[in-house]
């Protein structure tokens, strides 16, 4: 029987017989090329081969590295599973019918007790349990990206039924959602806490290409660890729990040590300004008249006090009506009052399926108080705005009207998902036109050229659709140009460039100046024309992200994130601000609320065009996707 066996290596003879001890290699056609020379290594996979492709390296740079095994490679391997194969054959021809169980020779490569002893026939085996390893790994892609896929056919399905769909649904529509907005993995890191640092004198105006810098060294740093088979082993690279500091190169590192040196020169605080809020300025916001003419009449000698407000809720249930009129809303103190928020009563995920922010306009109705009347209110998602008007002004309101512009995930039938966006509510007092903007844009500490693309992006779409001005806007975003009096708000989550270590020693010795040198929508509103017409009141109040629940600490959590100024209010026109403060009383998110208050000039003559057309008043939209 053993004689009917044919060696693939060629017919037995005395010259040709393989020794039963004769590693693969010797009949290779060449040397099999060592472990270094050209294969990147992995980290050693055994029973926790699940664990390790869950949290591996990923992507389609580290697949095409994959898909490129060196022709040595496998002919080394095809070759030793030949002969394992043949040497099988041999062994099971000897044992004639006995019952002995002989292992697969095209699926396992084991050395035998032989081979053990042969460090040549060890490489081999070697080798193919990398290949073995790096076949799971592009398994595990693959269906990460199928799951992707899946589960964004399962959200535009869902988005194209009824926005009101039954409770059965909403949970495996909901899994489906948070799936696809977690990021397939990358060899790119996206943690927040790594450097997008300043120069070393931390003071002066910042060029924003040293961000890219890092970030180049922090990619490159990346891919040297995976070829040493040491990958960031973080999926979800937003909740990576690695060193601060891990993986910088040693100048990056030498400019934050020198920094935190500069700072520790300072033997005491250096002093935080008075923050601009309502304390401060009680002088300038008297209560409104209890006669409706009366109001009207101050409204033109005086002008009309404008409450912007933007709040990142996290989806938490907010404070009372009664805490909210005190710290935020201010009962029967302004005649227009429009409140943007974020992750406002549901989590971005869940949003898809359920809009709906009744609860939370209703807690504003109570906290505004029944002389205010909603002129109109607008959902993208988890994203709200509500415009809610003084009685006194609504024979002058005219041309309500609001859009949502989305920013977000990118599916298949051309739509943009409205986990990223904007919302603008127009309208006119008299002959004078307003429009309010609410924004999230893109997060983390890097994403800053994203979210200026963003905010260019919401700025002409609602100026497009709302706004009067047509034509080129030069080098001025065109919303100024569009409408009389423009307020821009959101958590529009620019961060401040430096390490938290770095940052933290600054809050401590209170270096503000530094800080706002930093902040990275500061330093874009000087380089950038996308902010020309804008203006910001000064930042005195302290970051306003990201919290501990319920406490003034920031973030101890192992994400650490960087404290910033995520939540602002911009305004064009000639509005004059009172004051701009955030309400650090409000702790049921990990955002503080900011609020800032503007006097505004309108023309209330009688008879003004257009005043007193109140089609489309008091009217809510909701959306989750916008084609764009």
Known sequence: MINEIQSPFGAETDENRIPSNTPPHRYSSKPITPLSAGLTPLTKVSK???????????????????????????????????YKKYKAKQRTGKQGSANEKVKDPETDLTPNSKEKKDKEAQEAYRKWKKEQEREALRNHIKGKKDKRAKAAAVITKAVKKAMTPSPTRIVPATKAIETILSPIPTTEPQNEHYHTSADTSFT???????????????????????????PDLSIDNDDDSGAEDEGLSADILEQSSNIMASIAKEQSPQGWPVPLDDNLTEGQQPGLLEDDAEVVNDAR?????????TWNQQAKAPPSAEELSK????????????IGTEECENSIAKSILVQSKKNWEAVVHAACGNRYIKLRSHTLQATHMIVMIHSALLPFISAPNSLAVATGLSLPDGQHMGNKGGIGISFKVGGTSFCFINAHLAAHQKAFEKRTAEF??????????????????????PLCKSF???????????RINGTR???????????????LNNDQLNLAMKTTTSFAGFSEGPLNFYPTYKFDKGLDTYDTSKKKRIPSWTDRVLYSGTSELINYASATGIKTSDHRPVYATFKAKVELEEGAEGAGNLAGMGASQSQVCVIS
């Open 48 to 82: 926790k081969t699940s664990s390790f492709v869950k949290s591996s390296i990923a992507a389609s740079n580290v697949i095409e590295d994959i898909a490129e095994v060196p022709n040595d490679w496998q002919i080394a391997i095809q070759q030793a599973a030949a």
């Open 204 to 230: 002066t105006s910042l060029s924003t290409n040293f961000l890219n810098d890092v970030l180049k060294q922090e990619a490159n740093n990346s891919e040297k660890e995976a070829a040493n088979g040491n």
């Open 301 to 309: 000698a005086n002008g009309i006090r404008v409450r912007v407000v």
């Open 327 to 338: 710290q935020l809303f201010k009962e029967n103190k302004f005649h227009v009052i429009a």
């Open 456 to 477: 260019s992006k919401i700025s002409l779409e609602i100026a497009k659709a709302m706004g009067s001005a047509g034509g080129d806007h030069g080098d001025t975003n």
């Open 484 to 494: 009389d009096h423009v307020y821009w708000s959101g958590d529009m989550n620019y």
């Open 501 to 515: 270590s770095v940052v933290d020693a600054l809050l401590e010795k209170e270096m503000h100046e530094v800080l």
